[in-house]
């Protein structure tokens, strides 16, 4: 409130006598109307009231002092705002899993999360060169199983000498196990070194696909492996490559993988089922190796456990210790 002066006021609440305008009053102090728009030092003697005390002296938080701190509180309050609203976006539209899921908590259990990271190499190599069509088998159905969870497309890079022995994938058997054939891309190449360029070149695309798999005619140095390994990183793209049998090269894949051929499952017409695999978990980076017999299931796209022996060391053949 202003400072009034010259003008007549009316008496005091307390009867003590009228408000006065700003000047001299009895005992020489300063009589005002009111209270000033802000007071110091020089106000200690001023009174409101003739006979009153005189005016304190405001408390060190000021008005402005506190517009400051208010707004600072209020920006908090819209920043945390957004970031509840953003995580529900979040909540409401997922994105892609961290981990391809297997279907067999089992096999789960010797792994570091619910499946097969992703962002990561990882390793598979047929037992013996006869089981070669088996873990190609095996690396089609976890790309089904990345195809029902992911979006996109899947990439297969395979060497030319990949495909000699057996042949090369076919549309219609790749239907039957459960894969969309409409969403992979193959890509064929005459050595190694143009096969690792085409799975890294697919792992840092833009289009970003399911997964990329991949099969090489000889094994992968800790170098290659480490560059496929940050390739993978890039969008977090699950990686699963085909190396030799009899490759014994140490790698930095995540996982290793031992593929054996078992007898399918029949139906009641003594027709193929579900196809079944020898699955041995050979090295795990924070987890534990595990053997396993498996059945693919191509109507639900996961693994079924037939017979577990997970608790139980991978066995050794022929007296040969497998490299780890």
Same mark, same amino acid.
């Given at each position: 409130?202003?400072?009034?002066?010259?003008?007549t006021?009316?008496?005091?609440?307390d009867?003590?006598?009228?408000?006065?305008p700003? $000047?001299?009053?009895?005992?020489?102090?300063?009589?005002?109307?009111?209270v000033r728009?802000?007071?110091?030092?020089?106000?200690r003697?001023e009174?409101a009231?003739?006979?009153s005390?005189?005016?304190?002296?405001?408390? #060190?938080?000021?008005?402005e002092d506190?517009?400051?701190?208010?707004?600072?509180t209020?920006?908090?309050?819209?920043?945390?705002?957004?970031?509840?609203?953003?995580?529900? %976006?979040?909540r409401?539209?997922?994105g892609?899993?961290?981990h391809?899921?297997?279907?067999v908590?089992?096999?789960?259990?010797?792994l570091? $999360?619910p499946?097969l990271?992703?962002?990561?190499?990882?390793?598979?190599?047929a037992?013996?060169?006869g089981?070669?069509?088996?873990?190609?088998?095996?690396?089609?159905?976890?790309?089904a199983?990345?195809?029902?969870?992911?979006?996109?497309f899947?990439v297969?890079?395979?060497?030319?000498r990949?495909?000699a022995?057996?042949g090369?994938?076919?549309?219609?058997g790749l239907v039957?196990?459960?894969?969309?054939?409409g969403?992979l891309?193959?890509?064929?190449?005459k050595?190694d070194?143009?096969?690792?360029?085409?799975?890294?070149?697919?792992?840092?695309?833009?289009a970003?696909?399911?997964?990329?798999a991949?099969a090489?005619a000889?094994?992968?140095? %800790?170098? =290659?492996s480490?560059?496929?390994?940050l390739?993978?990183? =890039?969008h977090?793209?699950p990686?699963?490559l %085909?190396?030799s049998?009899?490759?014994?090269?140490?790698?930095?894949a995540?996982?290793?993988?031992?593929i054996? #051929?078992?007898?399918a499952?029949l139906?009641?017409?003594?027709?193929?089922?579900?196809?079944?695999?020898h699955?041995?978990?050979e090295?795990?980076?924070?987890?534990? =190796?595990?053997q396993?017999?498996?059945?693919?299931?191509?109507?639900?796209?996961r693994f079924?456990l037939?017979?577990?022996?997970?608790?139980?060391?991978?066995?050794?053949?022929?007296?040969?210790?497998?490299?780890?």
């Open positions: 409130m202003r400072s009034i002066q010259r003008k006021l009316p008496p005091a609440p009867g003590r006598g009228a408000l006065l700003w $000047g001299e009053g009895a005992g020489g102090h300063k009589i005002g109307y009111g728009p802000s007071c110091s030092s020089d106000d003697d009174v009231y003739r006979g005390d005189p005016i304190p002296l405001p408390s #060190s938080a000021r008005l506190l517009l400051p701190r208010h707004r600072d209020v920006k908090a309050a819209r920043i945390a705002a957004l970031r509840r609203g953003i995580a529900k %976006l979040e409401a539209h997922p892609p899993p961290a391809l899921s297997l279907g908590p089992q096999m789960h259990a010797h570091p $999360g499946g990271a992703c962002g990561v190499l990882h390793e598979i190599a037992t013996v060169h089981d070669r069509p088996a873990a190609f088998g095996f690396l089609f159905a976890s790309t199983v990345a195809l029902r969870l992911r979006p996109g899947a297969l890079v395979a060497q030319r990949c495909l022995d057996f090369s994938p076919y549309a219609h039957q196990l459960g894969l969309d054939a969403r891309l193959l890509v064929e190449t050595s070194k143009d096969a690792l360029w085409a799975l890294e070149e697919a792992l840092r695309s833009p970003r696909p399911a997964m990329v991949g090489v000889g094994g992968l140095d %800790l170098t =290659t480490r560059r496929l390994n390739a993978a990183a =890039t977090a793209t990686l699963v %085909l190396r049998s009899s490759a014994t090269s140490t790698s930095a995540a996982t290793r993988w031992r054996a #051929s078992a007898p499952a139906d009641r017409f003594g027709a193929f089922a579900h196809p079944r695999w699955v041995t978990l090295r795990c980076r924070n987890g534990r =190796t595990g396993w017999l498996i059945e693919w299931d191509h109507v639900a796209h079924c037939v017979e577990g022996v997970a608790d139980r060391a991978p066995a050794e053949r022929s007296g040969i210790r497998l490299a780890g």
